[in-house]
């Protein structure tokens, strides 16, 4: 499938800059206690937190348990919490950390039924939804293959594939989150995409 797992990422909705100054000023807030505006960040991105997770472990009935994990570290870190890096970097660090020790305390993997499958990418269901009945089949049948796809590959490549396609973030930013350096990033997403168009093509 070349071109699904693009070099550059998705564009986000306004501007960048834009959207971590309120997550920053909302982070500051929660710092001081205040509830609302740690319910606000919670909205502004528990979609991504429970979609990321849902990819990484693919299940779907784990994903809200370990985002509602990931909150809390937020809310109980943010008094300490200093702007070094944007706020979502500092999200999907904590995420990445709590997936990988999930993913190493699992002895293996279980498999996802549709239905779960279906409910971790929530989007993805809704565009479906507008689609006549064979091009809807055809639409998941893609998300099914592209899923099981990304669950093959190891985990780091897996996490770089997610947050660079389904997240849009930047090879910096995708380093951070990683804690590794821009030039492994590269070369995980070079590997990555190898990999999964091959398997994609197997698939169509």
Do not use: C
Request: without cysteine; charged residues 30%.
């Amino acid at each position: 499938m070349p071109g699904f797992f693009p070099d550059q990422p998705t564009p986000a909705t306004g501007g960048v800059d834009a959207d971590d100054a309120i997550d920053v000023a909302l982070m500051r807030e929660t710092a001081k206690g205040n509830e609302q505006a740690f319910r606000q960040l919670i909205e502004r991105h528990q979609q991504a937190v429970v979609g990321t997770v849902a990819r990484m472990l693919n299940d779907a009935t784990e994903a809200e348990d370990i985002a509602q994990m990931v909150f809390v570290r937020i809310w109980q870190s943010a008094p300490k919490w200093t702007h070094d890096a944007k706020f979502t970097t500092y999200l999907f660090t904590i995420t990445r950390n709590l997936v990988f020790n999930e993913s190493r305390r699992r002895s293996r993997k279980k498999e996802v039924s549709l239905e779960s499958r279906e409910e971790s990418n929530p989007a993805a269901t809704a565009a479906d939804d507008a689609l006549t009945p064979n091009e809807g089949l055809e639409k998941r049948e893609l998300h099914r293959s592209i899923d099981r796809a990304i669950a093959s590959l190891p985990e780091q490549q897996r996490m770089a594939v997610i947050l660079r396609t389904f997240e849009g973030m930047d090879y910096e930013e995708i380093a951070a989150s990683l804690e590794t350096s821009v030039s492994s990033v590269k070369s995980l997403l070079f590997r990555a995409r190898g990999t999964l168009r091959d398997m994609l093509a197997d698939d169509m």
